[in-house]
């Protein structure tokens, strides 16, 4: 079992960066992959990111390739989502996720409660 909490969200503004980070309880944080997701009002869940156990491997979504960076530390337990040149589009309730492989997935087994990030223009 894996308890996720996401933290870091807020408010910018258009062209801004933000991080968000997602702290994971339990021991095995460093075997998940791990995933970004986000949710816009009115709009269906969305994939945003991934990254495998070890870090050396990373998949984005067209949408934030070039602007978004996914990392970890396993020795902090923690993933982050470095978000560069933020768009209004941006907006949305971010999710990280953890699957129980250690390689990218689409399968994911643990969420956190997610953290909003609002970018205005």
């Known amino acids: 079992q894996v308890h996720l909490v996401e933290s870091g969200g807020g408010l910018v503004q258009d062209g801004d960066s933000l991080r968000v980070s997602c702290a994971a309880s339990?021991?095995?944080?460093?075997?998940?992959?791990m995933g970004w997701f986000r949710q816009a009002p009115r709009k269906e869940r969305e994939f945003v990111a991934a990254?495998?156990?070890?870090?050396?491997?990373?998949y984005y979504a067209d949408s934030v390739k070039g602007r978004f960076t996914i990392s970890r530390d396993n020795a902090k337990n923690t993933l982050y989502l470095q978000m560069n040149s933020l768009k209004p589009e941006d907006t949305a309730v971010y999710y990280c996720?953890?699957?129980?492989?250690?390689?990218?997935?689409?399968?994911?087994?643990?969420w956190g409660q997610g953290t909003q990030v609002t970018v205005s223009s």
């Open positions: 996720a953890a699957s129980r492989s250690p390689y990218i997935t689409t399968q994911y087994d643990y």
């Open positions: 339990g021991r095995t944080f460093s075997t998940y992959a």
């Open positions: 990254i495998n156990w070890s870090g050396d491997s990373t």
